[in-house]
């Protein structure tokens, strides 16, 4: 196969696998999305969407977050990790919601990588789930299929988005990052990665990565 056909094979199988792609994070609008997406950085999703119903329940706009203090947002978020940064940032971000773009999370890049602790993949995850604009939001998974699959070098995540983005037509971005992630946990894990299983990278996948891993497996 060359590269397009590859591309085509993945998009095809994809498909088949997930007609209906759950979004990973529970939510109901831009401002909940973005702090479940800051939250979720070093943590689960599942950690995640355990805590945010108990923080949303006291504040889920910024108007009422801002009410709380630093402190009392870390209290609550302790579960998911790296809390006092995450806390200052969901703090800050809300004043400055407030302050800049009265209270509504903004549908741009360069207003939302501004925000404390919103980083471009946080940005990216809120433009294309939220504003359904189109982004290729690069995480664990997708830079570890990328590279098994020979779409890019697994060099960085900036390489990796940008490999994708062009690879990829635009008008599947957001569907094909959630569809990769889901695939990347369910048949091409970091660990207990089962080859057998994980039709995508048997078929088209990098010939160094199931060398290594036949090998491996031969131990």
Known sequence: MNKQEKVNFV???????????????????????????????????????????????????????????????????KPVGLSPMKAKGIYHLSHILIDKHNGRVPAD?????????????????????????????VDTHIHRLMYRWGFSNGKNVVQTEKDAKRLFPKDLWNK????????????????????EKDIITRTIGRKSVIKEYYKKKSR
Do not use: C
């Open 176 to 195: 094909l990052h959630l569809q990769i992630i889901w695939y990347g946990r369910q048949y091409s894990p970091a660990r207990g990665w089962d080859l």
């Open 109 to 137: 890049f360069e207003s939302l990588e501004e925000l404390p602790a919103v980083g471009h993949k946080t940005a990216s995850v809120v433009m294309a789930q939220a504003f359904n604009i189109p982004a290729f939001p």
């Open 11 to 77: 998009i095809e199988t994809l498909n088949e696998l997930y007609t209906e792609i759950p979004i990973p994070l529970d939510h109901k609008d831009p401002y909940t999305l973005l702090i479940a997406v800051l939250l979720s950085a070093q943590s689960t999703d599942v950690r995640v969407n355990q805590i945010t119903p108990i923080l949303f329940e006291v504040a889920d706009n910024p108007y009422d977050m801002i009410k709380l203090s630093e402190e009392e947002i870390r209290e609550i978020i």
